[in-house]
């Protein structure tokens, strides 16, 4: 079975439930966003996804990548659909206008990025890769590397990665030993050894930008001693072609659990030449408007993969004739019914479904808000929209990967021992999906952050601003009285998260264990309350689309439908979260070393 | 990093919190098993595991089995590591006095079943399927097949494997089109396809045994009409030895996410030679008996494979230097501090941890009623072992089998990056742990019966026996001022269980759906009730091991520790799944087949 991009649900959540145009409308764009003109590329984008990515998606996995000496082949049909990719232009879709790129809003392509990973995440890395490191050049690199560079990541004719990870350095790349040392023409000379370097080498491209961390000699110890330098594999002849094969190699490709059709690399640099990006020792924060963007693709790697298991774990269940409905047989006429009229069958189905539609929604309410963030014409906007932003991407990022992947566990569950061979390709979403909690900072990273150094730090000032929103937000439909229920449950579980709130930043502020120890479960805690609100947004645009007496009443009430269920069933895992929270560090803290 | 049998915590929950002497001396065993036999056994079984079955877990998953011309061959090492596990006399260890077995009870066997799982999953379902199949021939087997088949089936000569499942018919066997016709020697004659026959072909034994599920021409319909066959892969001679090819043929392997050094057969029966096991007709219930053991035995592999992966991410989180601890440098003198120090990874491993412990006394507890119920003297006290065990196998095999799972997700998380990669086995576990929630019935349909046949079919009556259980244990230890705070979580959440089991009964005899709407969060809510349990039974146990004097107070003292994790941080889950229960089948069932 072949991916199918999601383009109701897409289009339903971009207009009806977050009003895209009206948004794109109050910030500077480089051309008006019309409904039909989103709608045209969202369809485009599905075609690619359809038609491109997900019929090479399993035989990907299968083959994965090869490497010969030191050179990595992608699997068969990669450097077709690249070429493919690139001749649609798809590559500079959010590139700065400048330099060849689209200007387009993030808004836009997340909800491509996610259809991309669904149909192919192995391929969609490659991609998303280069968009990240254009960013970072765009954002802080001279401009002389800008032009010499944006336009033809842009065009896609060369690509990017990022090169932070070291075998003894990951979460920690302050411990990082590659070495830069200063030449006499202004480059740098760069030695060590990178690791898991995803689309570190590989045959789509005749050039590969790696923008790399590393220490000059002399440097302060630590994370501030971290400087970043972009290091072609080949550098360029004078007139910015082609020219001669830079010292980075790749040793060898990782053995992983999925995504096999992505290239993850160990680079060798010897003595490579290099060029700073940014000031120097400020390589680290040189990385954190790109670590947002990339933090929230892999978000959207989850989800996109849950609706893909979704997608066919519904059509299986469907179609699947085993025993008979518990109330007696709905098919009388067949041998048995579909699986479909179970109840815990329609519980994993629509735990699925629900976690998806919020996931999705609220990976583009934190898209918006990166938008604003960069393009409100507004300051203050603009500002405000940053700081929500640091508040969101950590949940987002870990919470729609736990729940992408808890998705697609549930859609192998479907199928039983159907899902679990390769033939229907679940097994496969959940190999790939589960990369998604670890890199780009581990789930645990990302609660932490959000604990630590967003609430906090802060003393908890950026989840007011996001308190702020959803009192807006209850205020504006109090009044409404089929919003009542729902919201009612939205104000115990927002009261709940700023109970938990304080709670932990009174606790943390005693004692640092604490922050840590409550980290994960208030991590799931927001996540939890984010999806209730993005539920809220979904609801109210559902009984307003039901209400101006538009067609589609079945779809409505379907939605409908699944957020009661969300309501119903997944809700109220938040008591049990605070209760986790409430319970502090100690039992975590207790035991000695020799203990564990 | 090689797997090791974790034998002091075996040992303790055995002679400690078991007081498995005086329990198997209340039974009719074949011989005295004295703590130092047992000991004896269980050292000798940890070495098999760890320097058998371990070293070729990674290279044979690496491997995989291979089929040339319907022959399939395990990988390297399997032939050997079978030798000499049959050398040992493991093959034989719990089968029938009468016809060369040893008789042991299922405790001891439980408990090296789960260190061979964790050892290598992929071997060690050659042995179990052999174990299961010899069981169900000395249940219902006319003594003539008895005598032929089980000695050899002891010795591990010959293997056996269960063929049920037909590629239209998994959970529901009534619709299976494999057909029996009686030969005039009293033979069947069989024809049709089996799939996912795990052993059904391979190179370890001269012989296999297959048990068929098939219909005779004129059966009745549905479950009914389903009879059991034995089909060996060979006839045999006149002397009981190898005769001629049986018309039986493995068309090909399953290409799987994991366990993939076990061969998963498609069968093809043509016109094969079979022998009637037990009456006709009455296949299904002929395995009951051993779907029990069976069941057990995908918990004990999400316990051993979640045992292994603690292991490894426990060793991992020791020596991994990233970071400092919040409160400030604990190792000064190194680059940065083992990432143990982080209160999220202590979460992560004591979340593992408790689980395990509490997963490995559920299935000894388990084990315990299916030896009393059927080697204990007296009638009464065996019928009601067996009426406790038909409750605990459906909550052991889902939940066991749910929180092994997910203690190798998390054991892959400790690592980060390194547990995506295979290096480190992480993986690997994850892949081979996924199955036990699927197969010998997926958790869902354990969660069904137990809600279901067990639950509201007795009226509760069976839940009532594991209730006085648990009072006896509270009242026993009541008075004890050290157990007060335990007791007092066990109550409340005892309570609760029964509340709900009150509330599912009442609304499932109203509406059948109200049952399978419930079902899973009540297999949960008991899952999480008789681990806890099972903690009040282990801190009892160190307790009274601290207050007699024993040496050993950090390992007692660390017991407590994750004990208390256990309280503060997962028994909290409770709360939640009593509301998911209360929330009812409306939101599950409302939705069209359309909607989904």
Same mark, same amino acid.
């Given at each position: ?26 910030? =500077? ?43 990595? !082949? ?19 879709? *959010? ?6 790129? #689209?200007? $387009?809003?993030?808004?836009? !392509?997340a909800?491509?990025?996610e &259809? ?5 995440? !192995? ?24 032009? =010499? ?15 932070? *990870?070291?075998?003894?350095?990951? *979460?920690?790349?302050? &411990? ?10 202004? /480059? ?24 790399? %961390?590393?220490? %000059? ?39 992983? &659990? ?27 924060? @040189? ?8 933090r929230l693709s892999m978000g959207l790697q989850g989800n ?43 519980? &994993?189905?629509?735990? $699925? ?6 996931g999705?929604?609220l990976s583009?309410?934190s ?26 991407i950590?949940v987002q990022k870990a919470y729609c990967s736990d729940k992408g ?31 998604a ?15 630590? +150094?967003? *609430?906090? +730090? ?11 929103? $959803? ?19 939205? /104000? ?9 709130? =304080? ?17 994960? !479960?208030?991590?799931? %805690? ?21 209400? /101006? ?14 957020? @009661? ?10 008591? /049990? ?11 975590? $803290?207790?035991? =000695?070393?020799? #203990?564990?």
């Amino acid at each position: 079975m072949s991916y199918r991009a999601p383009l109701k649900d897409i289009q339903f959540l971009l207009h009806k439930v977050f009003n895209a145009e009206e948004n794109f409308a109050s910030m =500077t764009l480089s051309e008006e966003l019309s409904e039909d003109l989103i709608k045209a590329i969202l369809e485009e984008a599905g075609k690619i996804a359809e038609e491109l990515l997900s019929p090479i998606n399993q035989a990907g996995d299968k083959e994965g990548c090869g490497f010969d000496g030191g050179k990595v !082949s992608t699997p068969q049909g990669f450097k077709d659909a690249y070429k493919d990719y690139v001749k649609g232009g798809w590559s500079g879709l *959010t590139g700065d206008l400048d330099y060849g790129g #689209q200007g $387009m809003p993030k808004v836009i !392509s997340a909800l491509i990025e996610e &259809m991309f990973f669904g149909a192919n995440s !192995s391929f969609c890395l490659y991609t998303v890769l280069t968009t990240g490191a254009a960013l970072t050049i765009n954002e802080h690199a001279s401009e002389e590397l800008k032009e =010499t560079y944006l336009p033809k990541l842009y065009q896609g004719i060369w690509s990017g990665t990022m090169c932070l *990870t070291e075998s003894h350095a990951g *979460t920690d790349l302050g &411990m990082i030993h590659t070495k830069a040392v200063p030449a006499k023409d202004g /480059s740098y000379s760069l030695s060590g050894t990178k690791i898991f370097i995803t689309a570190g080498e590989h045959d789509l491209t005749e050039n590969i930008v790696h923008l790399v %961390l590393a220490k %000059l000699p002399d440097a302060p110890f630590g994370p501030k001693g971290i400087s970043l330098f972009l290091v072609p594999k080949y550098l360029l002849n004078a007139e910015g072609g082609i020219g001669a094969k830079n010292n980075v190699s790749c040793g060898s490709l990782e053995n992983k &659990m999925g995504i096999k059709a992505s290239a993850t690399c160990v680079l060798n640099f010897d003595d490579a030449t290099g060029f700073l990006v940014g000031d120097l020792n400020n390589g680290l924060s @040189n990385l954190f408007t790109m670590m947002n963007y990339e933090r929230l693709s892999m978000g959207l790697q989850g989800n996109g993969l849950a609706e893909s298991s979704y997608q066919i774990a519904s059509a299986y269940a469907s179609q699947r004739l085993q025993g008979r409905a518990p109330s007696g047989p709905e098919y009388a006429e067949k041998a048995a019914d579909p699986i479909l009229v179970h109840p815990d069958v329609r519980r &994993m189905l629509l735990t $699925m479904r629900s976690n998806i539609l919020a996931g999705r929604a609220l990976s583009l309410y934190s898209a918006f808000h990166l938008d604003i963030s960069r393009m409100h014409p507004n300051k203050k906007i603009r500002a405000r929209s940053e700081r929500l932003i640091s508040l969101l991407i950590p949940v987002q990022k870990a919470y729609c990967s736990d729940k992408g992947f808890e998705a697609c566990v549930l859609g192998q569950q479907v199928l039983g021992g159907h899902g679990y061979v390769s033939e229907w390709g679940l097994e496969q979403n959940v190999r790939d999906s589960r990369i998604a909690q670890i890199y780009e900072g581990a789930n645990g990273i990302q609660a932490l952050d959000l604990a630590g +150094r967003k *609430t906090l +730090r802060t003393k908890g000032a950026q989840l007011n601003l996001l308190i702020e929103e $959803m009192d807006k937000f209850i205020s504006a439909n109090n009044s409404k009285k089929e919003m009542k229920f729902y919201l009612s449950k939205f /104000s115990d579980v927002k009261s709940l998260l700023v109970e938990m709130t =304080t709670l932990v930043i009174k606790n943390g502020s005693n004692n640092p264990d604490e922050i840590g120890a409550a980290s994960y !479960s208030y991590m799931e %805690l927001m996540g939890l309350t984010l999806y209730c609100f993005m539920w809220q947004k979904i609801i109210l645009a559902t009984i307003e689309a039901e209400k /101006s007496g538009q067609d589609d009443k079945a779809y409505y009430d379907g939605l409908i439908g699944v957020g @009661n269920f969300f309501f119903d069933k997944l809700l109220p895992r938040s008591i /049990s979260l605070a209760e986790e929270i409430r319970a502090g560090a100690k039992s975590v $803290m207790n035991a =000695t070393f020799e #203990q564990f």
